[in-house]
């Protein structure tokens, strides 16, 4: 696995454990070893930036994925780039939508989500909603457990 997780905003974001949660998705999601990921924390104009361009709205989001090789998940999977993730940590602190929740669990919840989206998942019908939400929290309480077991919750 090739993974590349930069910082480019001024947020202190515990980027080894966004490296742990992504090498644990890898092997949950079933996805080849030699697979690249990149994900990259990112200010507010530089989303706004990419949400314009890429899909045609205005303002910041919280997340963006974008698929490169349309790689999924399979007993016998192919390497690969599967795309990359820009997540934006200033959105995300402001967002109403994770009020009461750590900074950490809301970076959990937005990786999973985008690496969700770069194999495949969406939610743009309730029924895609249910499944990828299901699934989402099927890995988010995996994930819970294996960071547990190895020296516990961060915050």
Known sequence: MTLTCENETS????????????????????LHADT????????????????LEWMQEPGATDILSFPMDELRPSSDPQPGILGDIAICPEFVEADPDRAGMAMTQR???????????LIGYDHATEDEYDAMFAFQDELLQQWQGARSAVGGARD
């Open 11 to 30: 947020y202190q974001i515990d980027l080894e454990a966004l490296k742990a949660q992504a090498e644990f998705l890898f092997t949950a999601l079933q």
């Open 36 to 51: 690249e990921l990149s994900i990259t924390l990112v200010s507010s104009a530089d989303m706004e930036e990419l949400h």
């Open 107 to 117: 970076m959990e919840f937005l990786l999973v989500h985008g690496m969700l989206h």
